[in-house]
């Protein structure tokens, strides 16, 4: 499907693939899908089958589960000569491939944010907009899964997949 050059930006949700597709875009500065920072991007559905992206870039995606750029549940995903940039999810800020197969040619995955999974090492904390991102623990996380905050007593508990550890820090 080729889509011609423009800023497409998504005001009705995600993209929800659902068969095999060819998304074949004139150029990753020329065509741009916009997740609007309200939803993820595309959504590959449990087709199965093969979807190859090719000269787009994909922006702006924001989900608290995973991959707001591309989430792919089981599909042979080819991603080629494009951007996945500025998305925020749970986990898989740019594209999480939870199953099938993933092959990235000639792209840039960069300026992406997730939360947790993925071997996030680190706690952050951010704006709702994902502006202003700023380390809060950066030593002994491995992969942060659940947090909790006591405000009386200052301190910020969380658990840990990587550590099989609840662990604290005073904030």
């Known amino acids: 499907m080729p889509v011609p050059a423009g800023t497409y930006l998504l005001t009705l949700g995600q993209l929800v693939v659902s068969d095999d597709v060819s998304i074949a875009g004139a150029g990753q500065t020329n065509t741009i899908i ?57 986990s898989g800020g740019g594209i999480n491939s939870s199953g099938g197969t993933l092959t990235v040619t000639n792209s840039t995955i960069s300026g992406n944010t997730a939360w947790g999974g993925g071997g996030t090492d680190k706690i952050r904390r951010a704006d709702l907009d994902g502006s202003n991102v700023e380390d809060l623990v950066t030593t002994g996380v491995d992969n942060p899964t659940g947090i909790d905050l006591d405000l009386a007593s200052g301190k910020m508990y969380w658990t840990d997949a990587g550590t099989d550890k609840i662990q604290r820090a005073a904030h």
């Open 34 to 90: 916009d997740g609007n920072a309200t939803d993820r991007v595309i959504l590959l559905d449990s087709v199965s089958g093969v979807v190859e992206i090719s000269d787009v870039t994909i922006r702006n995606g924001n989900t608290p589960s995973g991959g707001a750029g591309i989430s792919n549940q089981s599909e042979t995903l080819t991603v080629t000569n494009s951007t996945i940039s500025g998305n925020t999810a749970g």
